[in-house]
């Protein structure tokens, strides 16, 4: 099966302070999700990404699918950006995930 | 709203005994998807559905069954069959396989 490698497995940040998380994957994916777990467990879609750049406020995502890797970016942390961030990665028949990077926000 | 709805979001139940898990989607989406998640780990994905009637297993299928009978509902049952059924279960959507997955609140499931 597919390899989803994610980095660093966690992540403490003084709030204010920026941050890259990375996801690198073993094979040639048809797309790719970042979520967000908050600490109730709630999983919510950050992006969707099959390749190139995209921004939402603080959150940015860039995906080089040629080169097998994603990078989340989240500037000016807030503690409420607290919990643990996963890739998913589509290949074959099903969605396959990392196993997150938990990012802890201190104030 | 549109949503997925995960009940009970707590569980507890006896070793041995069958339970079902419920997730209903109120999004008109075609695929629905059962995963698994244990303390520290990503997600496995338990079952799949791509239309009704139809479900395929995932790569952790052993012990759970599913049904698809209508579009909006894929209950899960946890049989007595799993060996450590205790464990964090997320029920997901999306428009079509392959199209961004939506997920639901969850349900901890505690067996004893």
């Known amino acids: 099966g597919i390899q989803v490698e994610q980095s660093p497995p966690d992540l403490i940040l003084q709030e204010g302070a920026n941050s890259t998380l990375r996801c690198n994957f073993s094979?040639?994916?048809?797309?790719l999700q970042w979520f967000h777990q908050n600490p109730w467990g709630q999983l919510i879609n950050l992006f969707y990404i099959p390749s190139g750049t995209k921004q939402n406020g603080r959150l940015s995502a860039t995906t080089v699918a040629t080169e097998r890797y994603s990078l989340l970016y989240i500037s000016s942390s807030q503690t409420t950006d607290s919990g643990v961030y996963f890739c998913?990665?589509?290949?074959?028949?099903?969605?396959?995930f990392g196993t997150g990077t938990s990012l802890t926000v201190i104030p | 709203d549109g949503g997925i709805t995960q009940s009970p979001k707590y569980l507890f139940r006896k070793e041995g005994q069958n339970v079902t898990l419920s997730c209903e989607q109120n999004?008109?989406?075609?695929?629905m998807y059962w995963y698994r998640q244990d303390p520290g780990q990503g997600l496995r994905l338990i079952y799949y559905?791509?239309?009704?009637?139809?479900?395929q297993k995932g790569d952790i299928a052993e012990g759970y069954s599913v049904s698809r009978e209508k579009k909006e509902s894929f209950p899960l049952t946890v049989t007595s069959a799993q060996k450590n059924p205790t464990a964090f279960y997320l029920c997901a959507s999306s428009i079509a396989r392959g199209s961004p997955l939506h997920f639901g609140n969850g349900t901890r499931l505690t067996v004893t």
């Open positions: 094979d040639s994916v048809n797309n």
């Open positions: 998913a990665v589509d290949w074959g028949n099903q969605f396959y």
């Open positions: 559905s791509q239309i009704v009637n139809d479900f």
């Open positions: 999004l008109n989406h075609d695929a």
